[in-house]
């Protein structure tokens, strides 16, 4: 099956700094992406979703701002998480599709202290 | 709007046994796909099986059968002869080919007792 990778895996961070998050399909392109948002012992909640060349598309009530999207090519797509607040630890997960099915990677754990 | 239900916070089945994890689900669209994932402790979201809303028969891959009732809207998965690695957390979810995003449902997590 088609490989999604995330990165960092882990990553803690002050409140108040920006983290990015890396998502890339390795072996097959990717015009959409998808990034959920899991809290501990919850579900995947789907927080945007990722356009290649165009804006992400944000759920209600996703601060577009707060959580920055790029899907700078075929292959990549970046969650940045601005102005980070504890409220902000959780475990995001990225997906993309290909004909065959839906792929996700590995997740970020984020823990912001 | 998508809606996927998952009735049953956790489970628990004896070693070997066979174990059924309800799903249900709401859409208005036709054209749709339901999926199984398994996510054990360490969060990665293992894809188990894939029915399209047009596949008259009931998928199956393995151990793991999903019991497909279009009429009433479930999805439910079936895995047999129960192992101690198929303790994890089970998420039913479902993708309409309109928009192409997938939706959760809140989870079923299974314990397989020795």
């Known amino acids: 099956g088609a490989v999604v990778s995330q990165h960092p895996s882990r990553v803690i961070c002050k409140s108040g700094t920006s983290v990015k998050i890396e998502c890339r399909s390795l072996d097959f392109q990717a015009t959409t992406m998808f990034w959920y948002r899991q809290f501990p012992k919850k579900s995947l909640m789907l927080m945007a979703t990722s356009n290649e060349g165009s804006k992400a598309t944000y759920e209600q009530g996703v601060e577009k701002d707060k959580f920055l999207i790029n899907h700078a090519s075929l292959t990549l797509s970046t969650l940045t998480v601005t102005s980070a607040h504890p409220e902000d630890s959780s475990f995001y997960i990225c997906?993309?599709?290909?004909?065959?099915?839906?792929?996700f990677g590995p997740g970020t754990r984020l823990t912001v202290t | 709007a998508q809606k996927i239900t998952q009735t049953q916070p956790g489970m628990f089945v004896q070693e070997k046994e066979a174990v059924t994890l309800d799903c249900t689900y709401d859409t208005s669209d036709q054209s749709y796909g339901l999926f199984w994932y398994k996510q054990p402790s360490s969060g990665e979201m293992i894809f188990l099986i894939y029915q399209g809303s047009y596949d008259e028969q009931n998928a199956t891959e393995g151990r793991y059968s999903l019991n497909f009732q279009k009429a009433r809207k479930s999805a439910n998965l079936v895995i047999s002869a129960s192992q101690l690695g198929d303790s994890a957390m089970y998420f039913c979810?479902?993708?309409?080919?309109?928009?192409?995003?997938?939706?959760f449902g809140a989870g079923t997590r299974l314990t397989v007792k020795p």
């Open positions: 979810a479902m993708r309409s080919y309109n928009n192409n995003d997938m939706r």
């Open positions: 997906s993309a599709n290909t004909y065959e099915g839906q792929y």
